[in-house]
């Protein structure tokens, strides 16, 4: 990282992005230009590892993309507005950075990262069981293998 006094160092403020940020772009690799999606998701961390998940449809260009690479970039990003530099404008921002690999997941997983999902998005009312016995949902797990996070701002 350039500018490495911008670095978030601290893990518990990484996770702290993730909860507060509702979209993720994800990139993908394919032909003749990368693939970028911006996605709902769910996450969670496990002795230090994190895992992020999303669903799609059964069938396309995302499962088909993972399909042939499974490595991927996730971001991440909180904008809290624009400041004066004294000599000009500049964001007052939160972003991660993650590499990892994605994989598609079935049966009790695929209910973990639904519930996950709903959790995340504040979704009430609905079953991720329920929703995962109508069969129509694909999901797809990211194992983060490394996550930097910068910001320009201290709070």
């Given amino acids: 990282m350039r500018k490495a006094d911008r670095e978030i160092k601290d893990f518990e403020e990484i996770k702290e992005l993730l909860d507060e940020c509702q979209t993720i772009r994800l990139a993908m690799h394919d032909e003749p230009y990368p693939y970028i999606v911006p996605l709902s998701y769910g996450w969670e961390e496990k002795d230090g590892q994190i895992f992020i998940y999303f669903h799609c449809a059964k069938e396309g260009k995302k499962l088909d993309l993972i399909e042939k690479n499974s490595n991927v970039c996730v971001e991440v990003d909180s904008l809290a507005g624009y400041r004066s530099t004294g000599h000009g404008i500049t964001a007052d921002y939160k972003s991660a950075i993650a590499f990892g690999r994605a994989e598609r997941v079935y049966g ?33 797990k990211i194992t983060v293998e490394s996550i930097t996070g910068k910001r320009r701002f201290a709070e």
């Fill in 108 to 140: 009790e997983e695929l209910v973990r990262g639904l519930e996950l999902l709903l959790q995340h998005c504040r979704v009430e009312g609905y079953s991720a069981r329920e929703c995962a016995a109508r069969d129509i949902t694909a999901v797809v």
